[in-house]
């Protein structure tokens, strides 16, 4: 499929909160290999986070903002007899993830005219409120999945 990477077995745990999808979410963040800006972009996200929810611990709402992006199923092109369908499958656990943060990435670099972090904080906020762009994303591929369902009989 994809190209493999042993970045799984390598991920060391983000320095201040000590979780490795906020770790896994910084290299994604990261640009030209510039992993202290992207740190520092995403810790000023999360204490923008603070500010707006007080009472949650910001790297709380994070971890469930993309659990909230994750989607369950999404459709895959099947080939059968010349005609493609669009197929509804099952996403497993390591494609969740980077699909949910890819989204959420994808949510904040259309954003223009805003510093990153603020961007991110507000995208991180939306999506802990099941709402924003990534939101809508997830619910574009499970309306997909659904319209689909006639065909889920090719999935094998």
């Known amino acids: 499929m994809g190209r493999i990477t042993a970045s799984r077995k390598q991920m060391k745990p983000d320095p201040i909160y000590g ?13 030209d290999g510039k992993k202290s800006t992207a740190q520092r972009v ?3 996200a999360l204490d923008l986070v603070k500010e707006r929810l007080p009472d949650v611990e910001p790297i709380e709402v994070f971890t469930q903002a993309l659990e909230n992006v994750k989607p369950a199923i999404e459709v895959r092109s099947k080939r059968v007899g010349g005609a493609a369908y669009q197929v509804p499958m099952q996403v497993n656990r390591t494609r969740q993830q980077s699909l949910a943060i890819r989204w959420v990435l994808m949510a904040i670099r259309d954003k223009k005219g805003r510093p990153t972090h603020m961007k991110l904080a507000d995208e991180l906020v939306q999506a802990y409120n099941r709402e924003g762009t990534a939101m809508t994303r997830r619910e574009n591929v499970h309306r ?9 009989h090719f999935a094998w």
């Open 19 to 31: 979780s490795l999808l906020a770790s896994k979410f910084i290299n994604c963040l990261m640009h």
């Open 42 to 44: 995403f810790y000023d």
């Open 144 to 152: 997909m999945a659904d319209a689909n369902k006639a065909f889920a």
